[in-house]
T-cell receptor, first 113, second 117 residues
Framework: EPEVTQTPSHQVTQMGQEVILRCVPISNHLYFYWYRQILGQKVEFLVS????????KSEIFDDQFSVERPDGSNFTLKIRSTKLEDSAMYFC???????????FGPGTRLTVL | AQTVTQSQPEMSVQEAETVTLSCTYD???????LFWYKQPPSRQMILVIRQEAYKQQNATENRFSVNFQKAAKSFSLKISDSQLGDAAMYFCASGEDSGGSNYKLTFGKGTLLTVNP
């Protein structure tokens, strides 16, 4: 069964460093999303991406964040200068469009020291 | 903007019994969808059940069913014959069209379900 994959599973970084979180969505999906979940809190929408551009972004997704689909398979989230409060689980999701199920990846746990 | 409220931070149920998790939502959209996701300790997000707002019939998936009350903006999840593997955090979520068939999800704070043997 096709699945969304994410790498790495756990990333530890120093405050101020840049990190890139990687996702491989399901191959025939067209819509891609990033969500984050701070430990013990709810899952929050960050950004959606379609047709090689951002469709919508939340107020969390400020200038420190960017997304890219560098090739036909990967979908990345970059945080330019990490802050302590960026520590969270980051989930990538994809779907084929419409209100179909969003398939979530296993998440990347980001720890900023 | 959408809001999703789960008023039960924790619930517990005896194995083989039935439990209902509550969820209310608020949206100004007429076209939206509702979901229950399960998050076990691994933190993987797993879809449990999905409901289209335009459908009056409540969705059912094996032991999982919903009670969708559109006028009351209520969307509860019933788990029948609870199993130990059902123990997890359960998130209620709503999805509305952000434009171009792009549906972002808004999640509630979750309900932690414990299943007692």
């Amino acid at each position: 069964e096709p699945e969304v994959t994410q790498t790495p599973s756990h990333q530890v970084t120093q405050m101020g460093q840049e990190v890139i979180l990687r996702c491989v969505p399901i191959s025939n999906h067209l819509y891609f999303y990033w969500y984050r979940q701070i430990l013990g809190q709810k899952v929050e929408f960050l950004v959606s991406f379609y047709n090689n551009e951002i469709s919508e972004k939340s107020e969390i997704f400020d200038d420190q964040f960017s997304v890219e689909r560098p090739d036909g398979s990967n979908f990345t989230l970059k945080i330019r200068s990490t802050k302590l409060e960026d520590s969270a689980m980051y989930f990538c999701a994809s779907n084929g469009g419409g209100a179909g199920e969003q398939f979530f990846g296993p998440g990347t746990r980001l720890t900023v020291l | 903007a959408q809001t999703v409220t789960q008023s039960q931070p924790e619930m517990s149920v005896q194995e083989a019994e039935t439990v209902t998790l509550s969820c209310t939502y608020d949206t100004s959209e007429s076209d939206y969808y509702l979901f229950w996701y399960k998050q076990p300790p691994s933190r993987q997000m797993i879809l449990v059940i999905r409901q289209e707002a335009y459908k009056q019939q409540n969705a059912t998936e094996n032991r999982f069913s919903v009670n969708f009350q559109k006028a009351a903006k209520s969307f509860s999840l019933k788990i029948s014959d609870s199993q130990l593997g059902d123990a997890a955090m359960y998130f209620c979520a709503s999805g509305e069209d952000s434009g171009g068939s792009n549906y972002k999800l808004t999640f509630g704070k979750g309900t932690l379900l414990t299943v007692n043997p």
